[in-house]
Nanobody, 116 residues
Framework: QVHLVESGGGLVQAGGSLRLSCAAS????????MGWYRQAPGKQRELVATITTGGSTNYADSVKGRFTIFRDNAKSTVYLRMNSLKPEDTGIYYC??????????WGQGTQVTVSS
């Protein structure tokens, strides 16, 4: 059973930075994709960023140039560095992993609140 545990959320002022972490219970080499999604109150969950086993990344247009996704294979951890945060970045951030059988795994989420 795969477990993903997020951490690093919190309250920050607009313009500030946070780094989210997603620790997997096993090796992240087994995942084709890992990524971050977020869900704001009253809105659908949306893609923020993804990274493949080979290190290719993809970002939502709204976060390009401000957020960076990266991974540490030795620690089985994926990170999301968030700079220049805006109030509209507020939401619950979820870690996601897709394995070779196309099975999705989700973490429990971590709250990010950006005050204006």
């Amino acid at each position: 059973q795969v477990h993903l545990v997020e951490s690093g959320g919190g309250l920050v002022q607009a313009g500030g930075s946070l780094r989210l972490s997603c620790a997997a219970s096993g090796s992240i080499f087994s995942f084709k994709f890992m990524g971050w999604y977020r869900q704001a109150p009253g809105k659908q969950r949306e893609l923020v960023a993804t990274i493949t086993t080979g290190g290719s990344t993809n970002y939502a247009d709204s976060v390009k140039g401000r957020f960076t996704i990266f991974r540490d294979n030795a620690k089985s951890t994926v990170y999301l560095r968030m700079n220049s945060l805006k109030p509209e970045d507020t939401g619950i951030y979820y870690c996601n992993a897709l394995d070779a059988r196309n099975v999705n795994y989700w973490g429990q989420g971590t709250q990010v609140t950006v005050s204006s």
